[in-house]
């Protein structure tokens, strides 16, 4: 056979495999499209409505489902995906409190302690310019004892000597100084400095060392008259501003030669530390002022705007000088505080109704006896033009700057701010304490006049009374025939009877609160 026959016979023998391996393929390739044709033909058989019920197929089952259950990680997964924006607010709010938690704890448990000598003695001192009858001086005053500091509080007369020996603390000491006696004033801080640079000991026979003036903190009056300024004689501003502005920046004025001084350091010594070490070291000026009303400006509260606006920007332009000099000042504008422990409870007045003459609505009278009664000196052209709103305005929620129905913060946050900054921790300019500092400082700065006025209850008068001799209606028996003039800072009245004849006539003073 030859190899053309052999090649043939080979070619024949592997027909039948390739035969049956291609029909096998045309018949899967069949089937399939079978199977497909049959499921559609099955399933417009089974939607479509002309097929009759009887002869309609039906469809199988369907398979069921082989998912997994999501895990709660997958489904939190899934929804910060799908809430960026509000997941990343909530991680930032979330953080910040947790933040502003910590840092308020740490605050907290800092430990505050006065510097003491070698032998144990105490050795730093501070001056609190402040009557010794108020009680957040007071308040200053034992609180920075307890952490051994040496106390100074200004005197200007046995008054103050007495007030301040009844606090009964050794190192609580007042210190003279006559502010409208200049020549006393600078023989007074003559002696103090003598006194600062003297030697002292702890006990007898120890060793000696020298006193450090750490801060002069400046306490101004917060008793303010609350009134129209139509009602408050000339008078009453000149007394207002001697006591309550004139006097707390004299006092201060005396204090600046000590304290650009540098007593303590060598000059040597002075010179090799730091820009930052004399900075820490060097005294601080603390001038602390009531926030609330001066940051709003509320009618009928035109002494504490005035004073405290006026305390301000002293403050500032007082920072601005002395910085050159490396003198810190801080200006603690107070919230409200709760003085329970340090104010004793006032005693029952009369009865309100019994004064109740004067035509007042009763309603607003309702609101807060104690103001109605101070409507009684006004003349009837002050009643008429501002006693419903002075009325309404007085039993608002920061009424007289304490927020109503609040007790105040504590006095410690107070206590551990001033310590804060005559230790060097707190650097800012302004620091703001206790209770609606913060929100009325904010308030003050963004929400419209307007606005505020309105939420206090301050409404357009309609009716307002037909004019009249000032003579006929401070002699008229409505007004009581006596006026009523700011006197002293605690409160002291003078009467002026309805014959006499003064420069004050023409105005008619509320007395303070």
């Not at 999501?70 to 899934?78: G, H, K, P």
């Not at 009865?351 to 000196?377: F, I, K, M, T, Y």
């Not at 209606?473 to 014959?499: A, K, L």
Request: glycine share 6%; net charge neutral.
């Amino acid at each position: 056979m030859s190899a053309d026959d052999q090649a043939f016979l080979d070619v024949l023998s592997s027909l039948p495999g390739d035969i049956k391996r291609y029909s096998e393929d045309v018949a899967n390739i069949v089937n399939e499209n079978v199977d497909k044709i049959a499921e559609t033909v099955r399933h417009t058989l089974a939607t479509s409505q002309w097929v009759p019920e009887q002869i309609r197929p039906r469809l199988p089952p369907p398979a069921p489902s082989a998912e997994l259950p999501i895990s709660l990680y997958n489904r939190v997964e899934s929804w910060v995906l799908r809430n960026k924006v509000l997941t990343t607010a909530i991680v930032l709010a979330t953080g910040s409190i947790l933040y502003r938690s910590y840092t308020v704890s740490a605050h907290a448990r800092k430990t505050r302690r006065a510097r003491r000598a070698r032998s144990g003695g105490r050795m730093d001192v501070v001056v609190i310019a402040g009557s010794a009858n108020l009680p957040l001086t007071r308040s200053v005053a034992l609180d920075l004892e307890r952490k051994g500091f040496i106390v100074f509080i200004v005197s200007s007369g046995p008054e103050d000597d007495i007030a301040i020996q009844n606090l009964a603390r050794p190192d609580i000491r007042p210190l003279g100084v006559d502010t409208t006696d200049p020549l006393s004033a600078s023989a007074s801080i003559e002696r103090f400095a003598t006194y600062l640079q003297s030697p002292h000991a702890a006990v007898p026979n120890s060793k000696r060392h020298r006193l450090h003036l750490k801060a002069v903190i400046l306490i101004p009056s917060l008793n303010y008259q609350t009134s129209p300024i139509a009602t408050i004689p000339p008078s009453g501003f000149a007394n207002l501003f001697n006591t309550h502005l004139l006097h707390p920046i004299i006092t201060l004025q005396a204090f600046l030669p000590l304290l650009t001084a540098r007593l303590g350091p060598t000059p040597s010594a002075e010179s090799s530390s730091s820009g930052s070490d004399k900075k820490k070291d060097s005294p601080k000026i603390i001038v602390c002022t009531p926030s609330i009303i001066s940051s709003i400006n509320p009618p009928f509260h035109a002494p504490e705007a005035t004073v405290c606006s006026a305390l301000s920007a002293f403050t500032e332009v007082l920072t601005a000088e002395l910085r050159p000099l490396a003198i810190p000042v801080t200006h603690i504008q107070l919230g409200t505080f709760d003085f329970a422990g340090f104010t004793p409870a006032s005693a029952a007045r009369e009865h309100w109704q019994e004064r109740n003459s004067q035509g007042v609505p009763l309603r607003a009278l309702e609101a807060n006896p104690q103001d109605a009664e101070s409507l009684l000196p006004w003349p009837d052209s002050a009643r008429h033009a501002y006693g419903k709103n002075f009325v309404t305005q007085s039993s608002s929620a920061i009424s007289t700057g304490r927020i109503r129905g609040m007790r105040g913060s504590s006095l410690r946050e107070l206590h551990n701010a001033v310590f804060d900054v005559i230790d060097g921790s707190i650097t800012k300019g302004t620091v703001r304490v206790g209770l609606g500092a913060s929100v009325y400082g904010f308030v003050g700065r963004w929400v419209p006049r307007g606005l505020v006025a309105w939420m206090m209850g301050i409404r357009t008068v309609d009716e307002l009374a037909a004019w009249q001799s000032s003579h006929s209606s401070f002699n008229s028996p409505r007004s009581g025939g006596s006026v009523r003039s700011m006197g002293s800072e605690n409160g002291d009245e003078e009467e002026v009877g309805t014959g006499a004849r003064t420069s004050n006539e023409l105005f008619v003073a509320v007395p303070m609160e």
